[in-house]
């Protein structure tokens, strides 16, 4: 037997290439970035508090056309995350 040479798979990047299909791996690995980014800050934070950042940055990643800039989404998230832990964002 050898040993697989290689990055090891990752289970939440296999998870969204699964749902969004259509992504490209720069999109995917960008999205997932922000995704942990949240879980971490859901872990600290507490659900509630984490489910209304997520969707206040998700409409402010959102297009007209429904669709989601994943680029932008990643970018809001990092931001509000941080001025949430400050204490400077606007829906606390």
Same mark, same amino acid.
């Given at each position: /037997?050898?040993?697989? &040479? *290689?990055? #090891?798979?990752? #289970?939440? @990047?296999? /998870? +969204? %290439?699964? @749902?969004?299909?259509?992504?490209?791996? %720069? &999109? @995917? %690995? &960008?999205?997932?970035? =922000?995704?942990?980014?949240?879980? =971490?800050?859901? !872990? +600290? =934070?507490?659900?509630?508090? $984490?489910?209304?950042?997520?969707? !206040?940055?998700?409409?402010? $990643?959102? %297009?007209?056309? *429904?669709? @989601?800039?994943?680029?932008? +989404?990643?970018? =809001? /998230?990092?931001? $509000?995350?941080?001025?949430?832990?400050? *204490?400077?964002? $606007?829906?606390?």
């Amino acid at each position: /037997m050898s040993k697989k &040479t *290689g990055r #090891p798979k990752d #289970p939440i @990047l296999s /998870m +969204y %290439r699964e @749902l969004f299909p259509e992504w490209s791996d %720069r &999109t @995917l %690995r &960008t999205f997932c970035k =922000a995704e942990r980014q949240w879980q =971490a800050f859901r !872990e +600290y =934070a507490g659900e509630e508090v $984490a489910l209304e950042v997520r969707k !206040e940055v998700t409409e402010l $990643a959102s %297009r007209e056309n *429904g669709s @989601l800039s994943v680029r932008k +989404y990643a970018q =809001a /998230m990092e931001v $509000a995350i941080v001025l949430r832990l400050t *204490g400077k964002f $606007a829906g606390k």
